[in-house]
């Protein structure tokens, strides 16, 4: 999209829950997470407030699979809870009862970049059901999915023990700062 003489562009991150809660009671989906979430909304908050040439370098929306909710985006007041998925079956259950596949797809059409940052068996499960037809992806996953990545146009960045990593982080910031 066009804004102010610059292209400005749209960014959803993607990550899943933790079981590091933040906040008793309510808070933002942003609030809520710590542990290896912190370091993707490390990420969402430079990119939120990056500048090129004067002018706010992109739009940021930040959304957490949740086990209890489903997708919901960072700026929700959500609570905390006690259980959080951690494998496959987990992931699988929370999918039929929430439909989180669902909302992303729908969501995610209306993003130039959707950065992804979910564990192995969940991002399978995406690329399964084609939840993101829209958009550009780049995917910080394990390497058994990047020749997929790769047949779909997308970036494939590795995941190696964290959720993003800093190699990672630097790398997803000049993409987008290179298509700004």
Same mark, same amino acid.
């Given at each position: @999209? ?15 829950d ?24 490390k990420? *969402? ?11 706010k @370098?992109?739009d ?8 209890r ?14 259980? *959080? @998925? ?9 999918q ?14 209306y ?10 068996? @969940? ?36 995941r ?21």
């Amino acid at each position: @999209m066009k804004t102010g003489g610059t292209n400005l562009r749209s960014v959803l991150v993607v990550t899943n829950d933790s079981t590091v809660f933040l906040k008793k009671g309510l808070a933002t989906a942003f609030e809520m997470f710590g542990g290896r979430a912190a370091e993707i909304k490390k990420l *969402v908050t430079k990119l939120d407030n990056a500048k090129k040439d004067g002018r706010k @370098m992109c739009d940021v929306s930040y959304g957490v699979i949740s086990t209890r909710f489903g997708f919901v985006h960072g700026s929700l007041v959500i609570t905390n809870y006690e259980e *959080v @998925m951690s494998k496959k079956e987990d992931y699988e259950r929370v999918q039929k009862e929430k439909d989180y596949l669902g909302q992303l797809n729908q969501i995610s059409m209306y993003f130039d970049r959707v950065i992804v940052c979910v564990p192995k068996d @969940m991002f399978a499960m995406m690329l399964g059901d084609e939840t993101f037809q829209h958009g550009k992806v780049i995917a910080v996953t394990c390497p058994l999915f990047q020749g997929e990545c790769a047949n779909r146009g997308w970036v494939f960045l590795e995941r190696k023990g964290s959720r993003l990593g800093t190699r990672n982080a630097e790398e997803i910031f000049r993409i987008i700062e290179n298509e700004s």
